[in-house]
């Protein structure tokens, strides 16, 4: 998991709230995807919602903006 990855994925979840991830097989070599997610989630301070095959899915609420 690369600080450009995380950088990516935590500004779509600040985009769109909830963002699909899917990973490539030959990346998970030595973790499985499960793992990375938990990674993903937890350096992006997201909600893990659900693990399927090489897919997972982040949920992040947005932040909402004060209104003057």
Known sequence: V?????????????????VKVKI?????TEKK?????????EKTNASLVEVRGHTFILY?????KRAK
């Open 33 to 41: 995807a499960k793992d990375v997610a938990s990674e993903v989630a």
């Open 2 to 18: 690369t600080q450009q990855l995380l950088d990516e994925i935590d500004r779509q979840l600040e985009k769109n709230e909830i």
């Open 60 to 64: 992040r609420r947005k932040k909402r």
């Open 24 to 28: 490539l097989k030959s990346a998970l």
